[in-house]
C-alpha cells in the first residue's frame, strides 16, 4: 500500500518516498521525520493519523495490557511525532501545520471504548497545549474527531462484531459511515494556508455524531 501510493503520487508529478514506520518506537518516528527532512530540505506539515482501533470491550474487562497497547500507539505515538515534528519545523525558523487524528470517542461518551477514548481524549488536549506553546513560532497544531470511518481496520472490527455495523450507521445523522477520504480532505483543509488562522481546534468530522 505505501508503494502504491507513493507510485501514485510520483506518477501525478510529485515526489514521494515511504518509510514504514512503528509510531510507539522512538527510534522509528526519529528515522521518519528524519527521512523526511532529508529528501524534502524541511518539514512544512505533517498528518499523524497511525492509531489502533477500539477493542469493544467494557472498562473491567480490558486487561492492563490492552490499555497499554492502546495508549503505546494512539497517544504516545502521537506525542512521539509530534515531538519530532516540531523540533524540524522549529529548526528550519519557517513554523508549519500538524494535525492529529483524534476520534468522536474523546469528544463524547462512547460504549464499550474505555481505553480508546481515553486515547483519543488525550490527542485533542495534547494537540491544543502544543498549538498555544508554539503558536508564536508559526507552528499550528489541530485535530480531527472522525466518526466511524470504514478503512480496512474499522471493517475488520465490524465484522467480528455482529450490530456495530448498524449502530454505527444509525448513530450518524448523515445515516452512514465516513469514506477514509472524507477525513483525508478536512486534513488537507488544516494543513494548507487556507486555515491559517485555525490552531488549537479539534474539528469533528462525524456526520453530526457529536450533534446528537
Known sequence: GLLATVDEIV???????????????????????DAAVSVHGKLDGAFNNAGVVNLCKLLHEITLEEFNQCQA????????????QIAAMLAAGRGGSI???????GVVGFQR????????????????????DYGAQGIRVNSIAPGAVLTPMVQKNIESNP???????????????????????????????????????????????TAV
Not at 494535525?99 to 470517542?105: C, E, G
Open 11 to 33: 506518477s501525478a508529478g510529485g515526489r514521494a518516498i515511504c518509510r514504514r514506520t512503528d509510531i510507539s518506537s522512538e527510534a522509528d518516528v526519529r528515522a521518519l521525520v
Open 73 to 84: 500507539v494512539n497517544l504516545a505515538g502521537t506525542f512521539l511525532c509530534m515531538k519530532y
Open 99 to 105: 494535525v492529529n487524528t483524534a476520534s468522536a470517542a
Open 113 to 132: 471504548s474505555a481505553e480508546y477514548g481515553g486515547s483519543k481524549g488525550g490527542i485533542i488536549a495534547m494537540s491544543r497545549a502544543a498549538a498555544i
Open 163 to 209: 450490530g456495530v455495523e448498524e449502530f454505527l450507521k444509525t448513530a450518524h445523522p448523515i445515516g452512514r459511515c465516513s469514506q477514509p477520504v472524507e477525513q483525508a480532505q478536512a486534513a488537507m483543509w488544516l494543513l494548507s494556508d487556507l486555515s491559517s488562522f485555525v490552531t488549537g481546534i479539534c474539528m469533528p468530522v462525524d456526520g453530526g455524531f
